[in-house]
């Protein structure tokens, strides 16, 4: 068997590179190692609950992205978050401040005083500097002050990476906004210029699991997406490379191509029979954390939640020292996601601040959710239903090595032609970018 790409994974990047490289002509293998495609992508349908335990939406970046939605032949199926839903609570002090995209309404909550608002406006006449491997952290206090960064930036970077802004790197984690600095000196000049970008909050009808299946769909019919399978063999002789796998019936298969791509996490990929010298290189990826997060998904009456649940959800500023990092709103987002008269509240534990706290049982974990939206919400009685998801190793944290790291992979790629890395590992973790990477690479590589 012989193929143009032999592609190792079939989550969002995996399946975006195999859709553009087959639009193109190219004749494509995918081999997953689980039962399922869509990797980090999960919703659980349970009667009229819809129910998302990994990314709840996808954030697109003007038309080109809608186009790239639109190619998997989902138009009809997007749903748009509701217009409602664009505030954002953030929890400061045990109390909920509601935030929009709009700058005004930071100067109208009280999350800041007035002496922190006028620190964070005076970023405009700040000076660029130019600091290697500056962490969130230390970027955000320098150019807004600690009262910005600890109380908006920590928690975004909570909600994204589940991570911790003093350990993970700006020029990584942000490489738009933090590039900002040196082309237009100021960030917030430099955001009020990218505001006309139109973004939007995307998730399907019957969630996003309805994406990673579109996007498997037309690999199936064609027997090109093979499920269950194991690596055996990955080895390169002159421009071609072999790759060997054992399917479900432990049958072996063997195949070539000039392109292998790698999308599997950087965790899984010393499972990979690479060479000697690949892995070696590989060796500083073995660092790279990946801290466990548990998702915990709630169904409620609505009736017994006094809160009006008017937003996207809250997010936790380390500073308050919970043991939850956040809670969404979906069934405030999108329609038709829980029975009629019921709501769906998904709260997030562990990450980098407290990745012990995920792996506790379900009835600890159980008893800090309730804890935290009785404080927050007012919640007393019991949910109707519950979900939970343990993610042992959920998000990538780009830290002060993160750059490194990719140099690397940029190594490995120029060494042994025809071998690539793509995934949440490397360039952003958001879902969009990840799908938008994969499309960036089979165009590149079909020229
Ligand atoms: C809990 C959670 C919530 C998130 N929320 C959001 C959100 O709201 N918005 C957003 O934009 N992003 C979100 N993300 C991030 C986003 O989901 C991921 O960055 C994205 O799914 C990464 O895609 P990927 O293809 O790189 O990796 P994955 O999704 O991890 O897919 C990798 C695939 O490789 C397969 N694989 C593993 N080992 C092997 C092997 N040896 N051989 C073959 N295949 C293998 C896996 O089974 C999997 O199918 C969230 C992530 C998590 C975990």
């Given amino acids: 068997m012989q193929f143009d790409a032999i592609i190792l994974g079939a989550g969002p990047a995996g399946l975006s590179i195999a859709h553009e490289l087959q639009r193109a002509g190219a004749n494509v293998k995918i081999l997953e190692s689980s039962d399922r495609v869509g990797g980090s992508i999960r919703t659980v349908r349970d009667g009229e609950w819809i129910i998302e335990t990994g990314p709840n939406t996808l954030q697109t970046e003007g038309d080109a992205d809608l186009e790239i939605l639109n190619g998997y032949g989902l138009k009809n199926e997007m749903q748009f978050a509701r217009t409602e839903s664009a505030k954002r609570f953030i929890l400061s002090h045990g109390k909920l401040h509601a935030l929009t995209a709009h700058p005004s309404s930071l100067l109208r909550s009280d999350l800041l005083s007035f002496t922190e608002k006028l620190r964070l406006a005076s970023e405009i006449f700040?000076?660029?500097?130019?600091?290697?491997?500056?962490?969130?952290q230390d970027f955000m206090t320098r150019r807004f002050g600690k009262a910005a960064a600890d109380l908006l930036m920590d928690p975004m970077v909570s909600g994204i990476y589940a991570g911790n802004p003093g350990e993970l790197?700006?020029?990584?984690?942000?490489?738009?906004?933090?590039?900002?600095?040196?082309?237009?000196?100021s960030i917030l000049l430099g955001l009020m210029q990218r505001a006309k970008m139109e973004r939007r909050i995307v998730g399907f009808k019957n969630g996003m699991q309805q994406l990673a299946d579109a996007m498997a769909k037309p690999h199936l019919e064609r027997g090109a997406l093979e499920k269950n399978t194991r690596i055996t063999e990955i080895k390169k002789g002159g421009a071609?490379?072999?790759?060997?796998?054992?399917?479900?019936?432990?049958?072996?298969?063997?195949?070539?191509?000039?392109?292998?791509i790698i999308t599997l996490p950087h965790?899984?990929?010393?499972?990979?029979?690479?060479?000697?010298?690949?892995?070696?290189?590989l060796n500083p990826w073995h660092q790279a954390k990946a801290p466990s997060v548990t998702v915990?998904?709630?169904?409620?009456?609505?009736?017994?939640?006094?809160?009006?649940?008017?937003?996207f959800g809250y997010l936790v500023p380390s500073n308050e020292n919970r043991e939850v990092l956040g809670c969404l709103f979906p069934s405030s987002v999108f329609s038709g996601?829980?029975?009629?008269?019921?709501?769906?509240?998904?709260?997030?534990?562990?990450g980098a601040r407290r990745p012990d706290l995920?792996?506790?049982?379900?009835?600890?974990?159980?008893r800090s959710v309730d804890r935290e939206l009785s404080e927050t919400l007012g919640i007393k009685n019991s949910p109707v239903k519950e979900w939970i998801q343990r993610w042992p190793q959920a998000i990538p944290q780009y830290d002060s090595k993160q750059s490194t790291r990719e140099k690397l992979l940029e190594q490995i790629e120029s060494e042994h032609g025809g071998l690539h890395f793509l995934g949440a590992f490397r360039h952003g973790?958001?879902?969009m970018s990840v799908i938008r990477r994969g499309h960036t690479l089979a165009q590149w590589l079909s020229r």
């Fill in 126 to 136: 700040r000076p660029r500097k130019s600091i290697p491997e500056e962490s969130i």
């Fill in 169 to 185: 790197s700006m020029a990584s984690c942000f490489p738009a906004i933090h590039a900002l600095e040196k082309s237009h000196r």
């Fill in 240 to 260: 071609t490379w072999t790759v060997s796998w054992v399917d479900q019936t432990n049958t072996s298969h063997t195949a070539t191509s000039t392109r292998v």
């Fill in 267 to 281: 965790w899984h990929w010393s499972q990979l029979p690479l060479s000697e010298k690949i892995k070696h290189t």
């Fill in 296 to 311: 915990v998904a709630r169904g409620y009456n609505r009736s017994d939640i006094p809160h009006p649940l008017d937003g």
């Fill in 337 to 350: 996601r829980t029975p009629k008269d019921k709501v769906l509240l998904c709260s997030f534990i562990g």
């Fill in 358 to 366: 995920a792996a506790q049982s379900d009835e600890q974990i159980g």
């Fill in 429 to 431: 973790v958001a879902l």
